[in-house]
């Protein structure tokens, strides 16, 4: 898992609550991301960093907000959520633009009532 | 939408034969990688194949690639229980971005 960990890793929350997701990491990867997993659509990105404060918006990042103030966390907010949020969420780091692996952390399953 | 496309979606086998499972992808590729996913857990890398690579072993891993046909398989020879798990592919489009298959389920009976 490349030391990676996810906070919490399971979170049930109600419709409208904001809900901060963790991802730390202890490998010192330049890059992370935040994906989530439905069924039927494999894993979508939702937002990835490039550097510290350096972010950038993946293909469903609508109602998400990052932000990585050092380089072992990336957190990921959801201002208002809402059940479509309902998912499971996966972290992944990667070295850097030298190597092309993705290493994800264990994952954070959130349910939005 | 899901550049990666994987067929099939769900495959069950008998332990010792062989699986196979294919990807399809839309645009052009600098690498594509499959994962494994075992259930309830994070992905695992397995193997990387480049755009300028056609096939590539790794022990009980064959993959290859068909950049003219924008697809790949992988097959795992020999399947053990342990292969029980869900196969995405996953391709690098630029420095950053990938983008994963939908995946295939595969159930390996003992």
């Known amino acids: 898992d490349a030391g990676i960990t996810q906070s919490p890793r399971h979170k049930v929350t109600e419709t409208g609550t904001p809900v901060t997701l963790r991802c730390h990491q202890t490998?010192?990867?330049?890059?992370m991301y935040w994906y989530r997993q439905d069924p039927g659509h494999g894993l979508r990105l939702i937002h990835y960093?490039?550097?510290?404060?350096?972010?950038d918006k993946g293909e469903v990042s609508d109602g998400y907000s990052v932000s990585r103030s050092k380089t072992e966390d990336f957190l990921l907010t959801l201002e208002s959520a809402t059940s479509s949020q309902t998912s499971v969420y996966f972290c992944a780091t990667r070295r850097g633009t030298d190597e092309e692996t993705q290493y994800f952390g264990p994952g954070t399953r959130l349910l939005v009532l | 939408s899901q550049q990666g496309e994987e067929d099939p979606q769900a495959l069950s086998i008998q332990e010792g034969e062989n699986a196979t499972m294919n990807c399809s992808y839309k645009t052009s590729i600098n690498n594509l990688q499959w994962y494994r996913q075992n259930s309830g857990r994070g992905l695992v890398h397995l193997i990387l194949i480049r755009s300028n690579e056609r096939e590539k072993h790794s022990g009980r891993l064959r993959v290859t690639l068909d950049t003219s046909k924008k697809s790949s398989s992988l097959l795992i020879t020999a399947s053990r229980a342990a292969d029980t798990a869900s196969y995405f592919c996953?391709?690098?489009?630029?420095?950053?971005?990938?983008?994963f298959g939908t995946g295939t389920r595969l159930k390996v009976l003992a």
């Open positions: 996953a391709t690098l489009s630029g420095t950053y971005k990938y983008i």
């Open positions: 490998e010192n990867h330049r890059y």
């Open positions: 960093s490039y550097g510290v404060k350096d972010t």
